[in-house]
């Protein structure tokens, strides 16, 4: 894997942004009547210009810039886990008013309450745009991600397209209103990209800078919670600087982009195997190790070499500050629902829901 991402003149990435599944005439024209273009910039370019706008892009995210957000990661984690314990007492009084045992009825889902609202947030202000509204964006995010990496039939296609947009859309706007000034997109502006090379870059940069964070954060309380009578995880993850060590052995078993594509540029040879031109490449990331790999076994987690992802150092410091932050302010949580239903795209997972409730005292 390592080699296919280092060797980037012999595999190229421009079918990393492809729909898995052909979009279909119907869904194509809503698209079309949108303007909707990906012209090739960050993720499946190549050459002087992607190094260009990746030299830009990359000024955002510094590791000094991610690592200055460590303050305001730590006061959205508490905001919400403050919601999250006062919702958990209310449905515990509710239960007892009802005449049920303590804790039945105190259920929540840490996915709706605490993770989806601070990955946005942080990226919005990041990169100096408006955050639009939480269940607007995760739905034009969820959608954007099936179309581009799901199997949607010819009906759904219609939805999804529909849906991406109204996103797209929406992003143009924003990329118009920051001609000027310190965002992200102003100083692509000055780097000379079009307005439509803008909104390519933003389409997936708002998505994968905040998405498929939430979607890591969710795998790893799902999978915290899930061992804590086992291995004693969630109370450990309330020590101060124990997140990012469980994180990169998350990142390493089941990270929340556990695929990437290439494409064979010219007829070459990879080991002992022959590559003909033109073959379509899917990249194991990870899941190959289980959680107890070793210290280095996460490092493909964020891609290899040109294209690797410039939020990784984000991605990584958000969900271990929110592991850590939520393990001490809620200690005495525990799954009510061991099970949930997932999502599982080719390059994207996530468990739907983590609901929880008190442990019963």
């Known amino acids: 894997m390592r080699e296919v991402l280092r060797r980037a003149d012999d595999f190229e990435p421009h079918n990393a942004l492809v729909s898995v599944t052909p979009i279909g005439p119907e869904a194509l024209r809503i698209l079309s009547r949108a303007r909707f273009a990906l012209p090739s910039v960050l993720a499946s370019a190549t050459g002087e210009r992607h190094l260009q706008v990746r030299r830009v892009v990359a000024k955002h995210f510094t590791p000094a810039t991610v690592a200055g957000l460590a303050p305001r990661?730590?006061?959205?984690?508490?905001?919400?886990?403050?919601?999250?314990?006062?919702?958990?007492?209310?449905?515990?009084?509710?239960?007892?008013?009802?005449?049920?045992?303590?804790?039945?009825?105190?259920?929540?889902?840490?996915?709706?309450e605490l993770s989806r609202h601070i990955p946005p947030v942080v990226m919005s202000e990041l990169i100096g745009s408006r955050c639009p509204d939480l269940d607007t964006l995760n739905r034009w995010s969820r959608d954007s991600l099936e179309l581009f990496w799901g199997w949607p039939d010819p009906d759904r296609q219609l939805v999804l397209a529909a849906s991406a947009a109204e996103f797209y859309a929406w992003l143009r706007d924003e990329v118009e209103a920051h001609r000027n000034g310190d965002s992200l997109y102003a100083?692509?502006?000055?780097?000379?990209?079009?307005?439509?090379?803008?909104?390519?870059?933003?389409?997936?940069?708002?998505?994968?800078?905040?998405?498929?964070?939430?979607?890591?954060?969710?795998?790893?309380?799902?999978?915290?919670?899930?061992?804590?009578?086992?291995?004693?995880?969630?109370?450990?993850?309330?020590?101060?600087?124990?997140?990012?060590?469980?994180?990169?052995?998350?990142?390493?078993?089941?990270?929340?982009?556990?695929?990437?594509?290439?494409?064979?540029?010219?007829?070459?040879?990879?080991?002992?195997?022959?590559?003909?031109?033109?073959?379509?490449?899917?990249?194991?990331?990870?899941?190959?190790?289980?959680?107890?790999?070793?210290r280095t076994a996460y490092t493909l987690a964020f891609g290899y070499g040109l294209h690797r992802c410039l939020g990784a150092g984000l991605a990584e410091l958000e969900t271990s500050l929110v592991l850590e932050e939520t393990a001490r302010c809620l200690p005495n949580i525990v799954l009510a629902e061991t099970n949930p239903s997932w999502t599982r795209l080719l390059s994207f997972q996530t468990p739907d829901r983590v609901l929880v409730t008190r442990r019963a005292s």
Do not use: K
Request: aromatic residues 4%.
């Open 73 to 112: 990661i730590r006061e959205l984690t508490l905001e919400r886990c403050r919601e999250v314990d006062a919702a958990l007492d209310g449905g515990a009084r509710s239960a007892r008013a009802s005449g049920h045992g303590p804790g039945e009825g105190a259920v929540v889902d840490l996915v709706h």
């Open 187 to 294: 100083a692509l502006h000055r780097a000379g990209l079009t307005v439509p090379e803008i909104c390519s870059l933003g389409y997936f940069l708002v998505i994968a800078g905040q998405e498929t964070t939430t979607q890591l954060i969710n795998i790893a309380l799902f999978r915290a919670l899930e061992s804590a009578d086992e291995r004693g995880t969630w109370g450990d993850l309330a020590r101060e600087g124990a997140g990012p060590a469980y994180v990169r052995r998350v990142l390493a078993a089941e990270s929340s982009v556990p695929t990437w594509r290439r494409v064979a540029a010219r007829d070459t040879v990879l080991g002992e195997r022959h590559i003909p031109a033109g073959a379509e490449i899917l990249l194991t990331l990870t899941g190959e190790h289980g959680m107890d790999a070793g």
